[in-house]
Nanobody, 124 residues
Framework: QVQLVESGGGLVQAGGSLRLSCAGS????????MGWFRQGPGKEREFVAT?????????YYADSVKGRFTISRDNAKNTAYLQMSSLKPEDTAVYYC????????????????WGQGTQVTVSS
């Protein structure tokens, strides 16, 4: 059974930083793309970042987070990370990690397993 568990969310002031972690089990995560998505209050879930497999040499970001967020992976720990800096109130959302297929993608339906989400709240 594949499981993803996010952690690291919380309350932070604007301009601050947080690092989210996504610990996986039940599959060889190095063989699969990892992604981060988020859903803000009253909004649909949206793409944030994705990282290629196995080594994570290719990454893609939403324009809204480019230059502020960094996605990475540690295959030995079956863990993906999202380092978030220069946070803004509009980054407030539940953040989800997901594991998908063999190619990086911005589309939700290309990811087959999802975590339960972790809340990030950025105060102004």
């Amino acid at each position: 059974q594949v499981q993803l568990v996010e952690s690291g969310g919380g309350l932070v002031q604007a301009g601050g930083s947080l690092r989210l972690s996504c610990a996986g089990s039940g599959r060889t995560f190095s063989s699969y793309v990892m992604g981060w998505f988020r859903q803000g209050p009253g909004k649909e879930r949206e793409f944030v970042a994705t990282i290629s497999r196995p080594a994570g040499t290719t990454t893609y970001y939403a324009d809204s987070v480019k230059g502020r967020f960094t996605i990475s992976r540690d295959n030995a720990k079956n863990t993906a990370y999202l380092q978030m800096s220069s946070l803004k109130p509009e980054d407030t959302a539940v953040y989800y990690c997901a594991t998908g297929g063999r190619a990086t993608s911005r589309r939700e339906y290309d990811y087959d397993y999802w975590g339960q989400g972790t809340q990030v709240t950025v105060s102004s």
